[in-house]
């Protein structure tokens, strides 16, 4: 059988089909994002998701999540589908054992790099927040702020930066429009260089990391502890953020909801995260 790219008919919402894809490889993991991904526009997890992740994992294929969020962002998640295996978190730049809670490797800013971005942000009058240590840090409350608490179900603290000694922030985000954090993208990687990546999770939200933390190494690390290759792996994204993930798994696959960017990386595409792509995917792949 032959499976095809999929994109949506936007009368019937069935697939469409182009470019083949052979049904029935042998796949062994399966790494999805959260956000745009796997949850829905209104940030749940639909029954027809969960009962075909339920199915993956039964047929004893791992389940990993890849998220831009933090661990504690994405426990609930985790939680609810019933998983067990390691997490990719805050983009990459921490790998989590998905039974214990404890963090299996970190990569994380430098205090130079940390005095950059939050300088960066104070000269834009941007809103700036960092990862350190488990805690949520900013210097002051603003819509951003409040914004990306009620996104993650976190809550933050407020800090002067300066009086921090030792800035190693697993990572560090700014919350603003597009267009202006377009232009800061651009500054903080002339600024950076090669020592940190700045990409994008969703169109408001600038992330900024280690050069080696993404979801790509992260995949690759916990493939390569699981004795699974590339060929055998499938993975969902939607952003910037999961293209270095999707163009390492054999089968990389962008949501139609996907930025374009995201869809020209890769050959195969599935329904939007609000019509249940991950699912449809995954039932016409195993031939359900």
Excluded: W
Excluded at 79 to 91: A, F, H, Q
Excluded at 232 to 258: K, P, Q
């Amino acid at each position: 059988m032959v499976f095809h790219a999929m994109k949506t008919n936007m009368n019937t919402h069935e697939p469409i089909f182009n470019d083949t894809l052979e049904l029935g490889q042998n796949v062994s993991l399966v790494a999805i994002d959260l956000d745009g991904t796997l949850l829905r526009s209104d940030k749940t997890i639909s029954d027809r998701t969960k009962s075909i992740i339920s199915y993956v994992s039964m047929q004893g294929i791992t389940v990993v999540i890849a998220t831009g969020r933090s661990y504690e962002a994405m426990l609930p998640f985790k939680e609810e589908l019933g998983l067990e295996s390691p997490v990719i978190c805050y983009n990459g730049a921490a790998v989590v054992d998905g039974k214990t809670g404890e963090i299996i490797s970190a990569l994380t800013l430098d205090d130079v790099q940390a005095r950059v971005i939050i300088e960066t942000a104070r000269t834009h009058d941007i809103h700036m927040h960092g990862f350190l240590d488990g805690r949520l840090l900013y210097e002051r409350t603003r819509a951003e702020s409040k914004q990306y608490e009620d996104h993650t179900n976190l809550i933050g603290e407020v800090v002067n930066f300066d009086q921090i000694e030792h800035l190693r922030f697993l990572k560090a985000m700014y919350v603003a429009d597009h267009d202006v954090l377009v232009g800061i993208a651009d500054e903080l990687r002339s600024k950076l260089g090669d020592d940190a990546g700045v990409v994008f999770s969703l169109p408001h939200f600038l992330e900024i990391m280690h050069a080696d933390a993404h979801k790509g190494n992260a995949l690759a690390q916990i493939a390569a502890s699981l004795g699974i290759a590339p060929s055998r792996i499938i993975a969902f994204g939607d952003a910037e953020n999961d293209i270095s993930m999707l163009t390492y798994a054999h089968i990389g696959v962008a949501m139609e909801n996907a930025d374009d960017q995201v869809k020209q990386a890769v050959q195969y595409r599935a329904p939007s995260h609000d019509d249940d792509g991950v699912a449809r995917f995954l039932e016409h792949y195993l031939a359900l």
